[in-house]
């Protein structure tokens, strides 16, 4: 049936430079299956590189076809190496900023920018070649581990293929893998746990090497040694690049430079942890339910709506 062409579109993805997640009910990623749906800009001539700078002005959004406006205005910006967080409630449009950024859609007012430069004016090509996004639900196509982490660079050689493994704590697995680096991995072959996929992500991430990453709740669903290997993993890929990280769980945007909490279509309000603590709002209130709820051992995550 239909998964026959999921790795086909896997694969075009990955030559559209893509690695693109769409968020799933289930709150999974998997690879956009939809073109997207605007039409791609001429290429810009550039006369350098864009800068690896991210922003939002204004921006209203609704999915084609639908009633419901996601981004009411929605501004803010991110500065070259800058780590953003982005906590809201669930389906209060994280990973529809992601989509806009990397342009499937345009919005309906207000401007996407990245380096300096309209997103309109820009190739798909030229956009996705800035941006690697790591999500929770990596896609393994049945082939060695080698050629899955050099999905992130094709043309990579077995020694890069190796450095980025190591930068991503997964050398010391797969090197106790009976046939190393050349096992099959997959759905017949070598069965990798989660942590281990995310390790794989990241190994593709660094062959990338954009200078815009998107984390897309990378640490959900492993346990703790595992979370305390890949968040190591994670600081060197987030390394000097600009990172927006999606969480549903806010212990991973503590880090982070800047915390967005979106409500309503908008930024309520924005800061680093300590300073958004201090403010005793949105974010610290979301704060003080998710200790109660982990406290109390449920399952972590943001409530349904903040209001
Ligand atoms: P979560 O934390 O649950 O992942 P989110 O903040 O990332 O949520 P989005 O995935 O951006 O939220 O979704 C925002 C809203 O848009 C949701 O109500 C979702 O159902 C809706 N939505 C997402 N994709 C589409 C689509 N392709 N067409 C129509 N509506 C969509």
Redesign the pocket.
């Known amino acids: 049936g239909v998964e026959i062409f999921r790795p086909m579109r896997e694969l075009r993805s990955v030559l559209h430079q893509g690695m693109v997640g769409l968020?799933a009910a289930q709150?999974i990623y998997q690879v956009l299956d939809d073109q997207p749906e605007v039409a791609d800009a001429p290429a810009a001539s550039l006369a350098r590189p864009l800068a690896p700078t991210i922003a939002f002005d204004g921006v209203r959004f609704r999915?084609p076809g639908?009633r419901?406006t996601?981004h009411e205005a929605l501004s803010f910006e991110a500065k070259a190496g800058e780590r953003i967080g982005l906590v809201?409630p669930?389906?209060?449009?994280?990973?529809?900023?992601v989509r806009l950024l990397l342009r499937f859609y345009d919005p309906e007012a207000g401007t996407i920018r990245l380096g300096g430069h309209d997103l309109r004016g820009l190739s798909f090509d030229q956009i996705r070649s800035m941006i690697s996004v790591v999500n929770q639900d990596t896609f393994l196509f049945h082939g060695t581990v080698e050629d899955n982490i050099r999905m992130g660079r094709l043309e990579a050689t077995e020694a890069e293929v190796e450095a980025a493994a190591r930068a991503a704590n997964i050398h010391g697995f797969i090197q106790s893998l009976p046939q190393g680096y050349r096992s099959v991995v997959g759905e017949k072959g070598v069965k990798l746990s989660g942590g281990q996929r995310q390790r794989v992500a990241i190994a593709r991430a660094l062959l990338r090497d954009t200078p815009i990453l998107v984390l897309d709740e990378a640490l959900s669903a492993v346990d703790a040694e595992n979370e305390a290997v890949i968040q190591e993993a994670l600081d060197r890929l987030m390394q000097g690049r600009t990172t927006l990280v999606?969480a549903?769980r806010l212990s991973s945007v503590i880090g982070c430079d800047r915390i967005l909490v979106l409500d309503g279509g908008r930024v309520v309000e924005s800061g680093p942890h300590a300073a958004l603590m201090q403010q005793g709002g949105v974010y610290a209130g979301l704060m003080a339910e998710q200790a109660r709820e982990s406290a109390a051992g449920t399952i972590i995550d943001?409530p349904v709506a903040v209001r």
């Open positions: 968020s709150g999915y639908t419901r996601i809201g669930s389906g209060g449009g994280k990973s529809s900023i999606l549903h943001l």
